[in-house]
């Protein structure tokens, strides 16, 4: 049994069903990577696992405990973590403060919340020198250090991160996502949604392709990577791999 | 110019109680875009919870300390109980429905508690205790100031300092920040928004009621029809100080209070409230980010 395991999953926005029967797995130290064009569901996949939106049916349990239905402040303690999609960092607080809120359920230990803000600053040394600054005054790949540090401070067995790479320099996205695969071999589940097929398969383990709210696609990210329809649609081409 | 000063201080005075009432429609606003219209009427809720204890139990003969601090402390729990309850009530089944709807909510929610207070505590005008704290004073230059009015300006002071030092220096404080910027990446972190809301809601009940007991205090007598100006008069401080700012309430509050003191002192009573809303209506057409204007989102 997987870590985490998606079923069948239904998502409605009022009579528009967005996702028609998603499932996935992932597994501790692995990053599955799930990619595909806008408006395919990919967000919405992610928002639903945090709790954000309620799916109409389908099951989605977390060390076999069922998390559909939970309130997104509760999954949160139960090790899931998101990076939602644009950063959304708390502009007006500094980063200090935005970790600290990323601790929030661990408030009470002082301790705690400073060793992992410790194992942040370690590994986003960038952020360590800017701890006292207004948070919306950072870069852009400083705010997506801080949003995936913010994820961070939870310890979360799965880590969802929403389109990371965005708006970031070619050099700093790969960076990023370097960093999303040492997350994962340190022990996390990572959930990668990524418009950037070719990087995001360069790190992932494994990796599902959804196409209007269905998953079209999926396997080892290695055999997909070198999959004709993938690279048509995602690698370069425009085509969808459905009409393949 | 010793007119001045005189007016100066009574406008400190009284400005320090609206800038009491301002902050919580800041707080409320800041958080959940709501302008929270009982505000005024809380206040005069505090009021009449401090009258009763002072009066009607007779906590006015205790020591004096005992006295202040009972007739403080139990009408802003009181209050913030009766604000809790409006919110789960009143708001919360609303909050995401139409802003019009919640706003029209709100205008009920003030006369409700007018209305109450009026069958509860009757239409007659009630009167504090004249002698609780010492009316005397004494001069600096030509300026005369009293215990009370230094007294109850320490008291507010006290308050917004605490009320600062838990915005800035907490991390309950740091969420009700945060939600001022994006409830769902709140969320995203744990922070349960309805807890924080309540804060938020008896933060600003507590506020409300301190200062309808200093207002009491100051001005002995209370009515159940206080709230209304008070907490339009408030609600003027906040926007002119840019409402969801909470720096910006406390000065707005002094402001307004100054304007009326100075209005009152020289013109006439008569033209207070049309300067005061005369205010408020320019502020709203000129600069409707008010003083400290920013982005609303990016307030507190």
């Not at chain 1, 200090?96 to 601790?103: A, I, K």
């Not at chain 1, 050099?171 to 990668?192: E, N, Q």
């Not at chain 1, 070719?198 to 396997?219: F, H, M, P, S, W």
């Given at each position: 049994m ?40 990919k ?16 099951s ?22 998101q ?9 007006i ?35 360590a ?103 048509k ?12 | ?14 400005g ?17 875009r709501?302008?929270?219209?009982a ?8 009021a ?6 002072l ?36 708001y ?15 205008l ?28 005397s ?11 009370v ?12 300092c ?10 309950m ?90 209005t009152?002192g020289?013109l ?7 300067v ?11 600069k ?13």
């Amino acid at each position: 049994m997987a870590l985490l395991e998606v079923r069948d999953l239904h998502v409605f926005y009022g009579n528009i069903e967005a996702l028609k029967g998603i499932s996935l797995d992932a597994q501790p130290k692995q990053v599955v990577a799930i990619l595909g064009g806008n408006g395919a569901g990919k967000t919405t996949t992610l928002r639903t696992i945090s709790g954000l939106l309620r799916p109409r049916s389908g099951s989605i349990t977390c060390d076999g405990k069922s998390i559909v239905g939970v309130p997104a402040h509760v999954i949160v303690g139960l090790g899931l973590s998101q990076v939602p999609e644009g950063r959304r960092i708390f502009n007006i607080l500094n980063v200090e403060e935005n970790l600290s809120l990323g601790g929030y359920l661990m408030r009470s230990h002082r301790q705690l919340i400073k060793e992992r803000k410790a194992a942040v600053y370690e590994l986003f040394p960038r952020l360590a020198e800017r701890r006292g600054q207004l948070a919306g005054t950072l870069s852009g790949g400083e705010q997506q250090m801080l949003a995936i540090g913010r994820a961070l401070m939870s310890d979360p067995k799965v880590l969802m991160l929403d389109e990371p790479s965005l708006g970031l320099a070619p050099m700093l996205a790969r960076s990023v996502l370097k960093t999303v695969r040492r997350i994962a071999d340190r022990g996390a589940a990572v959930l990668l949604v990524e418009q950037n097929a070719r990087q995001a398969l360069a790190i992932a383990d494994y990796a599902y392709v959804i196409e209007v709210g269905r998953i079209a696609l999926e396997g080892e990210a290695a055999a997909l990577a070198s999959d004709e329809r993938v690279q048509k649609a995602y690698l370069g081409g425009f085509e969808s791999v459905g009409s393949a | 110019m010793g007119v001045f000063l005189q007016y100066t201080v009574i406008g400190l005075t009284v400005g320090s109680f609206y800038a009491l009432v301002a902050l919580g429609y800041t707080i409320v606003y800041g958080i959940i875009r709501l302008i929270n219209f009982a505000q005024g009427d809380l206040s005069m809720v505090g009021a009449f919870l401090g009258w009763t204890l002072l009066v009607s139990f007779g906590f006015e003969h205790l020591p004096i300390y005992i006295a202040l601090v009972i007739a403080f402390v139990i009408p802003m729990i009181g209050t913030a109980v009766i604000n809790i309850g409006i919110l789960q009530f009143a708001y919360k089944p609303l909050l995401r429905r139409s802003l019009l709807a919640i706003l029209i909510t709100a205008l009920g929610m003030s006369l409700l508690l007018q209305n109450a207070s009026e069958l509860i505590w009757g239409p007659a005008i009630q009167a504090y205790p004249p002698n609780l704290l010492p009316l005397s004073g004494f001069f600096i230059g030509p300026v005369h100031v009293t215990y009370v009015q230094i007294a109850l300006v320490i008291a507010s002071l006290l308050l917004m300092c605490g009320l600062v030092a838990f915005v800035q220096g907490t991390t309950m404080g740091t969420a009700m920040r945060a939600l001022a910027v994006d409830h769902d990446a709140a969320r995203l972190m744990g922070i349960n928004v309805d807890a924080v809301i309540r804060v938020a809601f008896v933060l600003g009940a507590m506020l409300a009621a301190a200062s309808g007991v200093m207002l009491g205090i100051y001005y002995v007598q209370i009515q159940f029809t206080m709230g209304f100006l008070l907490g339009l008069r408030a609600f003027t401080a906040a926007v002119l100080g840019g409402i969801g700012n909470i720096p910006g309430a406390m000065a707005g509050g002094l402001l307004i209070g100054l304007l009326e003191a100075y209005t009152t002192g020289y013109l006439s009573g008569t033209w207070e409230d049309v300067v005061v809303f005369g205010v408020l209506i320019t502020v709203l057409i000129v600069k409707p980010t008010g003083l400290f204007g920013e982005r609303v989102a990016e307030r507190m």
